[in-house]
Structures are given as C-alpha cells and as structure tokens.
C-alpha cells in the first residue's frame, strides 16, 4: 500500500469506491468516526425501509452492500495506505442496517441496538479480534463489523426472549 496524505472530502469524492468506503464523508469526521458512520446508516434505513417490505429484499440488498463494501473498502484502504483506517466506516454502516433491519422501529430499539453494537465493534470479543487481525482486504474490513452485529442480534434476542420489550 502507497501512504498518502490524511483523507479529505476532495479524496472521497474522487472515486466512488472512496465514497462508498467512507459513507459519503461521514468517515471524515475528525471525532469517533466509526460512531458517526454507524449514526449515517439512521437515514439510510429510514430511507429504504419503507421500499424494502420483507427481510428478503432486506438481505438481498445488504448482500449487495457487503459485496460493494468490500470492493470499496479494498479500494480506499489501498489509497490511503491504511487498510482499515479509520475514516473507512461502510462497514459500519452496512452492519448497523443489518441489525436495525432485526430490530424494533422505536427510538428505544434504535438506541438499544445502535450502543451494544458500537460496545461490541469496540471491544471485539471472540472471535471479533481474531478475524480483524488475521483477515486482510475489504472482506477483514467488512466482516469483523458483521460478526460485532451478529452478537448484538444474539443480546438483542436474548433480552426479547426474557421479556424486555425492545
């Protein structure tokens, strides 16, 4: 990987895999950018939720994103020289869409399943940090965010499956 200068929104905007990678710059922000990129996928699902009636279509277009994700992720990290840097954050994203998709509509759910998965993309529990580590390119990028989003769906369901109402 070539090093390059810090990323700024002319970067981003220069291929759109860059674009992608960076959540159309929300990876630019210069505080906690994995938490504003998980924030940016709020208006993307508010967005696509009422064109997406079934979790079919749901996984079928996340399916789509993972595979863009990668690609995008691949493609930026090797521009900046980083290849996971910080400010790439489509997989974010594409896992907070993952779990709201499994989520109930209501701003406690939201909230709920928006802070256990920031705590468990954070605190990368098995094997969370084993795949960061040791899987290179856009798919180590992409998958380690989904393996934090499988755990929150696991909490998520456990708590309904206790009676907590979220």
Same mark, same amino acid.
């Given at each position: 990987m070539t090093a390059m200068r810090a990323p700024d929104w002319r970067f981003v905007f220069r291929h759109p895999a860059h674009a992608v990678a960076f959540g159309f710059g929300a990876g630019l922000s210069p505080v906690a950018p994995g938490t504003v990129g998980s924030l940016a996928a709020l208006p993307l699902f508010l967005l696509l939720h009422p064109l997406l009636s079934s979790t079919a279509a749901w996984l079928i277009v996340l399916t789509v994103f993972y595979l863009v994700g990668v690609w995008a992720c691949q493609t930026a990290g090797a521009a900046v020289g980083v290849a996971d840097h910080h400010g790439i954050?489509?997989?974010e994203i594409v896992a907070m869409l993952l779990v709201?998709?499994?989520t109930p509509v209501t701003p406690?759910?939201? *909230? #709920?399943?928006f802070l256990l998965f920031r705590l468990f993309d954070v605190w990368k529990p098995f094997?969370?940090?084993a795949v960061d580590r040791n899987t290179r390119g856009g798919a180590g990028v992409m998958l380690d965010d989904l393996l934090a989003a499988g755990y929150v769906l696991l909490v998520m369901s456990g708590l309904r499956g206790? *009676? #907590?109402?979220?």
């Open positions: 954050v489509w997989d709201w998709v499994f406690l759910g939201f *909230g #709920v399943a094997p969370i940090r206790i *009676g #907590v109402g979220i």
